[in-house]
């Protein structure tokens, strides 16, 4: 299972990634826009998730729209999930210790996409 140093190493694998830390927070940007970061639970989305709640570290990563979201979630919802702060937001929360490494790849480059500029993604990634 994924772990902050697999997240780590597959962020700063994609181009012109950079780590900043916020209030203790980690936070992997492209061009200064946000791809992936850490989300520790607000007492409102504990609330909100009430037993189902995780209690190990969560993941946030931009997706490229709602359907895409939904989708994660629909297809592993022991893994993905979302609170109510995210409603309307291309974002998607993880359960970092049930995350797969192919997994955590995945979903890191597709959101590294969704927030990097056209130019670079087609210079990185052809055929994107």
Known sequence: ?????????????????T????????????????????????????????????????????????????????EDPGVYFTTSH???YPAVLCRLERLEPGALAELAGEAWACRAPRRLVAQHFPGS
């Open 1 to 17: 299972m994924a772990t902050w140093d697999d997240v780590v190493r597959v962020c700063a694998a994609l181009p012109e990634t």
């Open 86 to 88: 995210f409603n309307g």
């Open 19 to 74: 780590f900043v830390e916020r209030e203790g927070r980690r936070q992997w940007r492209v061009r200064d826009k946000l791809f992936v970061w850490e989300r520790p639970l607000r007492p409102r989305d504990l609330a909100e998730l009430g037993p189902s709640a995780p209690s190990g570290p969560v993941l946030g990563a931009r997706v490229p729209d709602e359907g895409a979201k939904a989708a994660l979630i629909a």
